[in-house]
């Protein structure tokens, strides 16, 4: 902890005299977790940024495709937003960039013809023989499935 503290302090500028509220979280937390998190924004932020200079775009222009005010960008490029899913796939869709490692690791492909919407219960029903799309471990054929599911 105390060498992340340093690197980060040799980085600042020596005439920069006011600690950032970001470099401040950092160095109040000694919980390694939090720290991971802490990076995890924090790299975030600079895919964001890069992609951002990238595509010459500035931080207004990105916030008007986004339907966002320039504050909210502003805050997701300090690092620290705690982004959902859903606001990280629209920002990747579009930069045209990956900020979410999606693995299709024992994920079953279902058929939307296989998918029934009853809209009086609002349950969902998928009952289908499926293929699945990473075969399983240990060297066995692809597995095939049916699946009964109600939401």
Same mark, same amino acid.
């Given at each position: ?15 920069? !005299? ?22 995890? !924004? ?25 339907? !966002? ?11 620290? !937003? ?70």
């Amino acid at each position: 902890m105390e060498r992340l503290i340093m690197k980060i302090l040799k980085i600042m500028s020596k005439r920069q !005299r006011k600690v950032s509220p970001t470099l401040q979280k950092i160095m109040a937390e000694s919980n390694e977790l939090q720290i991971a998190k802490i990076r995890n !924004r924090m790299i975030l932020a600079s895919k964001i940024a890069t992609a951002l200079c990238n595509n010459n775009l500035t931080q207004k222009k990105f916030a008007s495709m986004m339907k !966002r005010s320039e504050a909210e960008i502003s805050e997701w490029l300090s690092g620290n !937003r705690n982004f959902t899913i859903d606001t990280l796939t629209e920002i990747s869709n579009i930069l045209g960039i990956s900020l979410l490692n999606i693995e299709l690791i024992n994920v079953c492909r279902i058929s939307k013809m296989d998918i029934t919407v009853y809209p009086s219960t609002q349950n969902t029903q998928v009952v289908s023989d499926s293929k699945w799309m990473v075969p399983p471990l240990k060297g066995k054929e692809s597995s095939r499935i049916s699946i009964l599911k109600a939401l």
